[in-house]
């Protein structure tokens, strides 16, 4: 996969210094995450200035060099969404395509380009990108099931200590990305959307990249109250229907720390499987109680996941349950989510669950209601990605509570998960040293609570 990413690259640029797309047409912004079953089908996004671009509204794709087996998928029609500030005016995005690759070969490597494929011979119509489908969980053998390399991050932003984690997470080449909301910190200048997904595009046009809402996703209006505009249309998860949201119409803030609105399905909750892997992707910021939508999928979801076939089962959400730094304690939707929500990760052998929101990075033991507990989940802060804000202030109490293995808000970095069999798996933080280079702080090896 080195070798062929390399090549890939290097084919890219030397395509890309002959190659010119149609005015107003140029792919900017190229970011994909698999589907709902990562072994199966694959979302490709993208932005243009322009939205008439003939045959550049498609995708090409082949899973053998563009010698013969070559696919073509239509795009959804390219939208655009707007958002209103007294602070920032009007924002109009640029288009916003998406084409769902369907029917992919499990464990693949793929090329795609932007265009439709000249037939004879078959040739890429573009400068190409690569991916590599999911191993089927049911039909692999253990040998492409194992290791699984996931990165995790959270609070991102455009730093260049942010970039600093881009570059180095690229450089562990993973399978896919996990990331625990608060990416661009946009903050409602829009054009900040742009420029991050400008930064992180080396990586997410070929590695996978699966996101929730965070609260600087909330981006409420003060104009007409809208919440998660650029999120539910700039991004493109594996959706179970489409969203349901309601404008938010108390007094607040535009990204606001504690907050509870009205967002369900879309980009909102939704789950993906990759490998041997099930990730619940949930939002902390929409009602998650008994009774409402969240909570109801989430129980049948963890209920109705077969762990021979996804052995490992992780959840990530931005506002975490446990967290011993000082800020952002006794916010509402963490008060609500963890009451609600807790006894049935513990039910149902969540392994781990990670979050952001604070500035910092802490791994737990497993536990269960503050209780070491082998049968409960490890939760991990890595809300550590390098953003404007800066590191988490501090701690509550200069004695970490038992629950607290390991914690630290002075360095900038990454988790990487690394599944290794059924029964166990790698887990480490890999702080920053410079862009590029790393190290790791903190390693751990996780047992499957499923088998215990
Ligand atoms: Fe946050």
Redesign the pocket.
Known sequence: MVTARLLSLAGLVSLAQAFAFPEGCEPRQVHIAGGADASKSLSVSWVTDGSECGDFSSVSYSSDGWTKSVGNAAPSSPTRYNQTTTKYGTYVSPYLWNCELPDLAADTEYSFAFGATQPSPPSPPSPSYSFKTAPSATSSPSSSLYPTKIAMVG?LGQTSDSASTVANIAKEEVDFIAHA??MSYADCDHDRWDSWFDMVEDVSSNTPWYVVG???EIEHSDVDGEIFVAYENRFNMPKIKPAEMEPFTGETSC?P?AFLGKYDWGNSFYKFAHGPSTFLMLNSYTDSAPGSPQYAWVESTLAGIDREATPWVFALF??PFYNSFSD?QGEEQQILMKSSMEDLFIKYRVNAAFS??VHGYERTNNVAHEALDPAGPMYVII?DGGNREGHASGFLDSTPPVWSAFRDNTIFGHALVTLLNETHAEFTWEKNVAEGVFETADSFIMENQYYL
């Open positions: 609070d909301g608060d965070g609260n600087h990204t720390s931005h506002s952002h952001g929101h809300g």
